[in-house]
């Protein structure tokens, strides 16, 4: 039952991310957050779900485009090799969904013990 959620949240980040860019990282994360708040590792496994989806894109869009040029002149213009412009872009979203998982998650634990 968990591997399925963890595959849905994965499809609803990739899904996101195709439709509004990487501005919809967060808001999908503060989501997960939210649902997931009564629960220890519902951060971790939305930051986790963000980096694969985002990992998923970057294949699809490597088999589409000259992403390993973009790869080089990026690492370039950073001074750092290719694979690092890479571990970057997923880094980028796993703590876009991370952090604001946990927000979301702080906030809803929040509001639950002010209504005691």
Not at 33 to 48: D, E, F, P
């Amino acid at each position: 039952m968990r591997l399925l959620r963890f595959l849905m949240v994965l499809a609803a980040f990739a899904a996101v991310t195709i439709a509004l860019g990487w501005w919809g990282v967060p808001l999908a994360g503060a989501v997960f957050g939210a649902i997931t708040a009564r629960q220890r590792s519902g951060a971790l496994s939305t930051g986790l779900a963000a980096m694969l989806a985002w990992g998923a894109l970057l294949l699809w869009d490597a088999t589409r485009g000259p992403l390993g040029h973009l790869a080089d002149v990026l690492g370039g213009v950073l001074t750092i090799r290719p694979v690092g412009v890479y571990a970057l872009t997923l880094c980028f979203a796993g703590l876009l969904a991370l952090t604001s998982a946990l927000v979301a998650r702080g906030a809803v634990l929040f509001a639950g013990d002010g209504s005691k």
